[in-house]
């Protein structure tokens, strides 16, 4: 006798299906596919919402809006042979960002924020390994005030980061979410890193001050 | 040719440093690096901070998300999201017990508290009276 098959989860079968194929298959009411495109999107929509106003509420209640009211057109929803459906869900949560009372070009601290959902969990990469133990000293000092520099940065700017960082978006697909052209898009996304940067402690600040008797 | 200066070249390290600057500007900034270690440096950093908001975990999703979301599209959809989504905690168990206020104090507790207190007041008082008696 043979062992029955686990009951495996409609949502498994369509784990490798491109985004433009469950598209195509919810535009024809198929409700897997409608399934598949919220496990997939409904995570991402609320970390790049939660990363941007740092609150919870607020990222669960528009991921909620944004996914639903694309996946009522899906037809409508499927981009251009050379886009990305994320594109499209954060050009419209930028949109209702900028409805909603959170300035673009004002830091948040203002409003209710939950800085603790900003603290980057600890990396584990494998350049990591490879570090002088001065360098990965100051890596683990920048890591602790990465939070704390991300929380005074403005609305936009830490919508724009948190969309292009984890996404890889070109300048293009950037200046098409924000409905800039892409000199000014390039230029925003310039200008919140450099916020953000300047926001940190340098490497060479961490290492003086945790090895003065390095110095002549 | 032209040459930046430090100030001139920060506001387009990140262009640089992705690629997408201007031959005129690459070259530009090339040269100036290759003169000046704080600018390598910063360069650097950038590198450093964009590979760790690259990497920067996402947070799961609150239970009821998908399914919220399904169910704003029909009925039919929420009750079927309800069998495919299981209902995970949003954060870990040593997350929710650090975020969780602590429990308020019932009144056997606040009494003995207070006791304690007392207990403690009294004995340091009697401690400095028999050292003062020592002294004097």
Same mark, same amino acid.
């Given at each position: 006798?043979?062992?029955?098959?686990?009951?495996?989860?409609?949502?498994?079968?369509?784990?490798?299906?491109?985004?433009?194929?469950?598209?195509?298959?919810?535009?024809?009411?198929?409700?897997?596919?409608?399934?598949?495109?919220?496990?997939?999107?409904?995570?991402?929509?609320?970390?790049?919402?939660?990363?941007?106003?740092?609150?919870?509420?607020?990222?669960?209640?528009?991921?909620?809006?944004?996914?639903?009211?694309?996946?009522?057109?899906?037809?409508?929803?499927?981009?251009?042979?050379?886009?990305?459906?994320?594109?499209?869900?954060?050009?419209?949560?930028?949109?209702?960002?900028?409805?909603?009372?959170?300035?673009?070009?004002?830091?948040?601290?203002?409003?209710?924020?939950?800085?603790?959902?900003?603290?980057?969990?600890?990396?584990?990469?494998?350049?990591?390994?490879?570090?002088?133990?001065?360098?990965?000293?100051?890596?683990?000092?920048?890591?602790?005030?990465?939070?704390?520099?991300?929380?005074?940065?403005?609305?936009?700017?830490?919508?724009?980061?948190?969309?292009?960082?984890?996404?890889?978006?070109?300048?293009?697909?950037?200046?098409?979410?924000?409905?800039?052209?892409?000199?000014?898009?390039?230029?925003?996304?310039?200008?919140?890193?450099?916020?953000?940067?300047?926001?940190?402690?340098?490497?060479?600040?961490?290492?003086?001050?945790?090895?003065?008797?390095?110095?002549? | 040719?032209?040459?930046?200066?430090?100030?001139?070249?920060?506001?387009?390290?990140?262009?640089?440093?992705?690629?997408?600057?201007?031959?005129?500007?690459?070259?530009?900034?090339?040269?100036? *690096?290759? %003169?000046?270690?704080?600018? $390598?440096? #910063?360069?650097?950093?950038?590198?450093?901070?964009?590979?760790?908001? =690259?990497? &920067?975990?996402?947070?799961?999703?609150?239970?009821?998300?998908?399914?919220?979301?399904?169910?704003?599209?029909?009925?039919?959809?929420?009750?079927?999201?309800?069998?495919?989504?299981?209902?995970?905690?949003? *954060?870990? %168990?040593?997350?929710?017990? $650090?975020? #969780?206020?602590?429990?308020?104090?019932?009144?056997?507790?606040?009494? =003995?508290? &207070?006791?304690?207190?007392?207990?403690?007041?009294?004995?340091?008082?009697?401690?400095?009276?028999?050292?003062?008696?020592?002294?004097?």
């Amino acid at each position: 006798m043979t062992d029955a098959p686990m009951p495996s989860s409609p949502l498994d079968a369509l784990a490798d299906a491109s985004e433009r194929d469950l598209l195509a298959s919810a535009a024809r009411a198929d409700a897997d596919a409608t399934l598949a495109l919220i496990d997939r999107y409904a995570p991402v929509l609320f970390n790049l919402l939660l990363r941007t106003t740092g609150l919870v509420a607020l990222a669960e209640e528009l991921t909620r809006d944004v996914l639903a009211d694309a996946l009522r057109q899906p037809a409508a929803a499927v981009p251009p042979p050379d886009g990305r459906w994320i594109v499209a869900l954060a050009k419209e949560t930028y949109r209702r960002l900028l409805a909603i009372d959170l300035r673009p070009d004002e830091p948040t601290h203002r409003v209710r924020i939950a800085p603790r959902y900003w603290q980057p969990e600890r990396l584990q990469t494998a350049d990591d390994d490879g570090l002088r133990p001065a360098t990965a000293r100051a890596a683990r000092l920048l890591r602790r005030r990465l939070g704390e520099a991300w929380s005074r940065l403005a609305m936009r700017q830490r919508f724009v980061l948190a969309l292009v960082e984890p996404h890889r978006l070109s300048t293009d697909e950037l200046a098409d979410v924000l409905d800039e052209s892409e000199p000014v898009a390039r230029q925003i996304r310039d200008e919140a890193k450099l916020a953000l940067l300047l926001k940190l402690p340098r490497p060479s600040d961490a290492r003086r001050r945790e090895a003065p008797e390095a110095r002549p | 040719m032209n040459r930046l200066d430090c100030r001139q070249l920060l506001p387009h390290l990140e262009s640089h440093l992705r690629g997408d600057a201007s031959e005129e500007l690459r070259l530009l900034a090339d040269d100036h *690096l290759a %003169r000046c270690t704080s600018c $390598r440096r #910063r360069l650097a950093h950038l590198k450093q901070v964009t590979a760790m908001l =690259a990497a &920067w975990r996402p947070m799961p999703a609150p239970p009821g998300l998908k399914t919220e979301t399904a169910a704003a599209l029909g009925p039919d959809l929420g009750r079927l999201a309800r069998e495919v989504f299981p209902r995970r905690p949003f *954060l870990g %168990r040593r997350r929710r017990e $650090r975020l #969780r206020p602590p429990a308020p104090m019932t009144g056997y507790q606040r009494v =003995a508290t &207070w006791l304690v207190i007392a207990a403690l007041l009294f004995l340091g008082a009697a401690i400095a009276y028999r050292i003062l008696q020592q002294w004097m």
